[in-house]
């Protein structure tokens, strides 16, 4: 079997169903699909139920977070490549077709992302997603270090290297621990690239990026998050003289957060060191733009 597509999900029973229905409307029939339910309190299992067969699996774990859900189901999969896919959003029916003929071209990467685009529920308008193809070559062997444009559902890992680099299971690190895990696989392996769109990211109300306002949780998710990076001395040693600009960019990002839920002192706090950090904050045009929210 080529490919395991993991969908972790929690109380997602009214989104899920649409999710699924799409994941199994694809051309190639290369695939399966495990969901693992993070302990939902509402009737997901019912939802899944009647999609059940020897092409779709279900099981229930306790609740433990997505990082520790994903990693559930690649021990489970049996697939030689690995997609973890979010279960409120929407694949197209050519994704597993384009990626399986990628990892073909490419004679079996550890690693390789396609693309999508982020699709609003309300009005289905459709945003593109800055890539690395914006850039040079510079920006296509960093090209996290502005922050994480991949999020899930595009990113596609050999099953051998899933198993050997899992998410960290951190309650702390929660809508942070795939960026982390792509910063850590990308200072081993090539990420063989595809611009093609093969999945909607469906932007409403409910994402937990959404979700998460309390500014003590901002806060602690990303401090959390370079807590991380900076133990990891093989990663920065990738990232190089880029890692002073990449930790400006992560208080600008955490700066832009609070700014945007009125937490205005933490917001201040962040953005002056982020500027500490790296004096090319001052060239960031989120930088002026966080500010101008926070002073008016």
Known sequence: MFLSIIIPTYNRAHL??????RVLDQSCDDFEVIVIDDGSSDNTEEIVQPFLSEKVRYY???NSERGAARNRGTEYARGEYINWFDSDDEMLPHHVAHIKELCTRHENPEV????????DSVSGKLTPVQ??????KKR????????????CNPVIVRRDIALENPFIEDRALSASEDYELWLR?????????????????IQHAERSVNTMTDPDKLETRFLTFLKYIDENEALKQFLGNDYPYFVMRNYLILA??????????KGFFYLKKALREHKSALKQRVFWATLKHLVL
């Open 185 to 201: 696989l990308l200072a081993k392996y090539r990420f063989h690239q595809s611009a093609e769109i093969t999945s909607y990211l």
């Open 60 to 62: 229930r774990i306790s």
């Open 256 to 265: 832009v957060d609070l700014a945007f839920n009125n937490h205005r002192q």
């Open 140 to 151: 296509r062997k960093n090209f996290l270090i502005e922050g994480n444009y991949l999020a």
């Open 112 to 119: 390789a992302n396609v693309m999508y685009q982020i699709k």
């Open 131 to 136: 890539s690395a193809y914006s850039g040079g």
């Open 16 to 21: 899920i169903e649409h999710t699924l229905k």
